[in-house]
């Protein structure tokens, strides 16, 4: 395995080497369990950026402009899942 120094401000140094205390590790596997969550997390972000572009690219959401419009289209929404789910158990 390669190896590189890595410079840091010894108090920085001192409080990673006590946050890799705190969770029995050593300071390198701590490290590299940062790494890991930051590229799960960018990789998240971008199928987010991903999902918000296909939306804007489809017209958007078509939920309504205002406050009243959202309530009735969920209200809508909402009576067609009752009609296709379980309005059957009550006829």
Do not use: N
């Amino acid at each position: 395995m390669e190896t590189v120094t890595l410079e840091l401000p010894s108090a920085l140094y001192t409080d990673l080497q006590a946050l890799a205390a705190e969770e029995d590790g050593d300071l390198v596997a701590l490290l590299s369990q940062w790494v890991k969550q930051a590229r799960q997390r960018q990789s998240w972000l971008r199928g987010w950026k991903e999902l918000q572009t296909l939306i804007e690219q489809q017209g958007g959401l078509q939920i309504g402009d205002t406050k009243e419009a959202v309530v009735e289209q969920m209200r809508k929404t909402r009576q067609e899942i009752f009609e296709a789910e379980y309005a059957h158990l009550y006829r």
